[in-house]
């Protein structure tokens, strides 16, 4: 599944102690904002 295996050796996966969670705020209001501003455009 890994594309790069090799980068195990160099460096380990770590999972973020902390998830950002505005992101999950801040993704979408920015996918709205692009496409709105796409069909303004347009």
């Not at 999950?24 to 501003?37: F, K, M, R, S, T």
Request: aromatic share 12%.
């Amino acid at each position: 599944m890994d594309p790069n295996p090799d980068r195990k050796h160099h460096r380990p996966y770590r999972r973020p102690s902390t998830f950002p969670w505005w992101l999950w705020i801040v993704a979408p209001l920015v996918v709205i904002a692009v496409v709105a501003i796409a069909l303004v455009v347009t």
